[in-house]
């Protein structure tokens, strides 16, 4: 398969898209016919009628397509009227004497077919239609679609259809002056005509078009799908007089009364869920509800037909922050992660606490959904199901002073150390964060995900980073000899590196079968550590301290771990640490040295994105910290020569690794 970063020309681009879901292709079709909009009216020699013409069959075309992704509980009447907007534009493209004309109209042509069909022909339609707007659009057009691409492959092509056509939202300069015209040239016409304006400022933007009109956009767009042929044959002011009167034309689309009073309301949270999981829904909004929080929630706020990001949208514009209930129904739900996403693109940093994620059920989360901490509440019942959803609306934890921060991460540590009967220190997980909610999946899950190591380090090719078969050795080794009852530290700290390196090499490095290996690793993995929701608990802390990881580089990181894993195994010589206690303890330089080499992204560190880096740094402090409480314990292998050296050591790196805390 090409990788995303070749693909400069139509070939490359469907060799691609034939490897990729059907839906992949429906949006880049439809964001390239909405890309090149303005070009209808760039050329003024266009004689008036004919732009009227071409300018509405482009917008119906390019409307019903958009309207067919948004409204599925239409598809049924809206997909068909996509196709009739198709066969419209089409015949005004082939009327078109002029190359922009053809190339925007046929653009929209293509889009509203691939809204109407199945099959492969979409793939054709759908690169006909992006390397038509290639090619009139701008010099980087390309990037765009491979930017495009990227954020398919990675969250979903649902999310795409609603993120903004440009970077922040602005169109290339060199379409600047085309935008202009195009918007003169429609208000010239007459005031209905700014309605096609509107709808394509909204879609540049990355906002829902007509969001005045709320739920009441899905039954208008229904209504019009209704409307035979001859209705659209009329003058084009007559059509677009009548479509103005539906949509409310201008740049203030016309919105029902109680609408407006409405959402002038400040509303607290919205509550986004898949329709399987409604009862839970129903459950926590009461919580809110009784601890005097408002909320908007699709059970007593969506009629029949509307669009839940249209309405998510209006709802963080009045305020709101979004509580999302994560199971396995929500992250197979294409419109629960546009939901997110939109969300998420709003705080990436986490800073705003704009999402509340609340796990209802041990899930596969996707690859965004990963980045986020969230409130488990798998195994709770009633009340202390409350008292965490209040708990976790409330406010976030502040970054803790150092000794704080070192005390809880003691206690949430993982691995946990523990004197064995002979006086030696061993790891063992800990005694309450690593304790699994035991259901249906739980006992497969190690086997499945010891198969997959086992498969995948067999497959690897010659050139894939060379810490990548290490890792999935040790991690496979760890279930291998502790099941469900893992380190789960150690596994969390495994797999996270193991995502960085995979994620580092271009796709086609894999192959398919490889690639899919490993989705597979990091979705099992990911359903793995759902089974332990007090493992949050350590997440959360880990979140709310941030680290300057230009600092904690280099030297200044990898030596400490290099000094106290040579210490203890000073200790280990005279007998004083089981063997796998030095594994771990050794394995922690390697780790240390492959996590120092992966790149420092920009904002690496800060907000609530919990590095690599950080997870080692903080889960390091934690370990050290439980081996001092060890020792001070252990009197006779306390006082030894190794002994003193050790508990100097420790001391003296977890005072260097707490030195990199952003506030010091």
């Known amino acids: ?173 060199e379409l600047i002056d085309t935008e202009v015209v195009f918007r003169a040239a429609l208000e010239a016409f007459n005031p209905d005509w700014h309605l096609v304006y509107t709808f394509y400022q909204a879609l540049r933007d990355g906002h829902p078009p007509f969001a005045g009109l709320g739920s009441d956009l899905g039954a208008i767009a229904l209504a019009m799908a209704d409307e035979r042929e001859d209705f659209w044959r009329r003058e084009p002011d007559e059509v677009m007089r009548d479509l103005a009167e539906r949509l409310g034309g201008g740049e203030t689309p016309r919105k029902p009364e109680a609408m407006s009073d409405a959402a002038s309301e ?64 929500y992250v197979a739900s294409d419109h629960c992660r546009a939901e997110w996403a939109a969300v998420y693109n709003m705080d990436p940093l986490g800073k705003g606490r704009k999402l509340v994620p609340l796990l209802l059920k041990p899930a596969n989360l996707n690859t965004l959904a990963r980045q986020i901490v969230y409130k488990s509440l798998v195994g709770l019942n009633g009340e202390e199901r409350r008292a965490a959803v209040l708990e976790a609306i409330g406010p976030g934890p502040d970054a803790l002073a150092p000794d704080m921060l070192k005390r809880r991460l003691a206690e949430t540590a993982s691995p946990d150390v523990a004197p064995t009967p002979d006086g030696k220190l061993d790891v063992v997980p800990n005694a309450i964060y690593d304790l699994p909610v035991v259901d249906a999946d739980l006992p497969d899950l190690p086997q499945m995900l010891r198969t997959l190591c086992t498969v995948i380090q067999a497959s690897l090719p010659e050139n894939s980073p060379k810490t990548i078969a290490p890792s999935l050795q040790a991690y496979g080794d760890h279930l291998a000899e502790r099941g469900a009852r893992p380190i789960l530290g150690l596994l969390c700290m495994l797999a996270d590196a193991l995502n960085r390196d995979v994620r580092s090499v271009e796709f086609h490095v894999w192959g398919d079968g490889l690639a899919t290996h490993f989705d597979n690793f990091f979705s099992c993995h990911s359903k793995y550590v759902t089974h332990f929701p007090k493992s949050q608990e350590r997440e959360e802390t ?110 003296e790196a977890i005072r260097k690794f707490l030195s990199f805390l952003s506030s010091s």
């Open 1 to 173: 398969m090409p990788d995303i970063a070749a693909i400069r020309d139509s070939t490359s681009l469907e060799a691609y898209l034939r490897t990729r879901s059907i839906d992949e292709a429906r949006v880049l079709a439809l964001r390239s016919a909405v890309r090149v909009m303005p070009l209808l009216t760039k050329n003024s020699s266009f004689h008036l009628d004919d732009s009227k013409h071409w300018i509405l069959a482009d917008f119906r075309a390019v409307f019903f397509s958009w309207a067919a992704y948004n409204y599925t509980d239409y598809v049924r009447k809206l997909a068909p009227a996509a196709s009739a907007a198709y066969a419209a534009a089409a015949s005004a493209a082939v009327a078109a004497g002029e190359a922009d004309v053809r190339a925007v109209v046929g653009a929209a042509s293509y889009a509203a077919r691939t809204a109407g069909i199945v099959d492969a022909e979409t793939i054709s339609f759908a690169t006909v239609a992006t390397a038509r707007a290639a090619r009139v659009g701008t010099h980087d057009a390309w990037e765009g679609i491979r930017r495009e691409l990227t954020s398919m492959q990675e969250i979903s092509a649902t999310v795409c259809l609603a993120a903004p056509l440009w970077p922040q939202g602005r169109a290339p300069s």
């Open 266 to 329: 400040k509303v607290d949270f919205f509550i986004s869920y898949s329709t399987k999981n409604e009862a839970e829904a129903r459950e926590i909004n009461g919580y809110l509800e009784d601890a005097g929080y408002s909320t908007i929630v699709q059970f007593k706020d969506f009629p029949v037909g509307s669009n839940f990001v249209i309405e998510m949208q209006d709802g963080l514009e009045r305020g709101a922050r979004a509580i999302a209930l994560l199971s396995p129904d």
């Open 542 to 651: 880990l979140a709310s301290n941030e680290i300057d990881e230009d600092r904690a580089s280099g030297k200044e990181f990898l030596e400490p771990v290099k000094k106290v894993a040579e210490a203890l195994a000073e200790l280990h010589q005279i007998g004083g640490t089981t063997a796998e206690f030095e594994r771990v303890v050794q394995d922690s330089v390697q780790r240390a040295k492959d996590i120092d080499s992966l790149p420092i992204p920009p904002d690496a560190g800060q907000g609530t994105d919990i590095t690599p880096k950080r997870r080692f740094v903080f889960s390091q402090i934690g370990f050290w910290e439980r081996i001092l409480s060890a020792l001070g314990s252990m009197t006779t292998l306390a006082t030894t020569e190794q002994g003193r050296a050790a508990i100097a050591t420790l001391a």
